[in-house]
């Protein structure tokens, strides 16, 4: 069954630091998200992606936050000057969601540990 | 804004029992309700959906769940409970995205 694939598993970085978090979803999903969860707490959703563009995002997403699909199978969050509070579960999530048909579930990756130091 | 809740951070049962997850949700218009596990140091595993149709939605690993729209409510359920199945469970409610409840540990006692 295809997956979503997410590098690294562990990321560890100074406060102040750039980070990418790097996803490839699966193949032929059009929809694409990143969430967040602190010490195995609520996930919270950060940002979905679509055609190119975001979607939405929560006000966790501020300014620091970036994303990117450099090409046709890598989706990236950056983290432009990471801090202590940035320490998380970076989950990306994909879906083959229609805008009027909103019964596809997401399929999460692994996950990516990131720890600021 | 859609949202579900999850009244009970942490749920014991003895292994072959009977388990109970709880979740209520508050929407505007038809509900899109899912259920997620995760396991230790993992992502989040799709177990069911509720769309429309059947109250009683079956997913992966025995599981089902039962959709009740005069209480809100979109319980999780599995008929006699395995070591295996202890992990984290989450209700979601989905429109352009998924939106989670906070979480409930379920410990299988053997």
């Known amino acids: 069954e295809p997956e979503v694939t997410q590098t690294p598993s562990h990321q560890v970085t100074q406060m102040g630091q750039e980070v990418i978090l790097r996803c490839v979803p699966i193949?032929?999903?059009?929809?694409f998200y990143w969430y967040r969860q602190i010490l195995g707490q609520k996930v919270e959703f950060l940002v979905s992606?679509?055609?190119?563009?975001?979607?939405?995002k929560s006000e966790i997403f501020d300014d620091q936050f970036s994303v990117e699909r450099p090409d046709g199978s890598n989706f990236t969050l950056k983290i432009r000057s990471t801090k202590l509070e940035d320490s998380a579960m970076y989950f990306c999530a994909s879906s083959d969601f229609k805008p009027h048909i909103t019964n596809s579930p997401l399929h999460f990756g692994n996950g990516t540990r990131l720890t600021v130091t | 804004a859609q949202s579900v809740a999850q009244p009970e951070d942490q749920v014991n049962v003895a292994e072959g029992n009977p388990l109970t997850v709880k979740c209520t949700y508050s929407v505007s218009g038809n509900p899109y309700l899912f259920w997620y596990v995760q396991y230790p140091n993992r992502g989040l595993q799709f177990l069911l959906k509720?769309?429309?149709?059947?109250?009683l939605v079956k997913g992966s690993y025995g599981f089902e769940a039962e959709f009740n729209k005069s209480q809100t409510s979109f319980h999780l359920k599995k008929p006699s409970a395995l070591v295996s199945d202890s992990a984290l469970y989450f209700c979601?409610?989905?429109?352009?995205?998924?939106?989670f409840g906070t979480g409930t540990r379920l410990t299988i006692i053997p």
């Open positions: 992606f679509y055609n190119n563009e975001i979607s939405e």
């Open positions: 979601a409610v989905r429109d352009a995205k998924l939106t």
């Open positions: 193949s032929n999903h059009l929809y």
């Open positions: 509720y769309i429309t149709g059947d109250n």
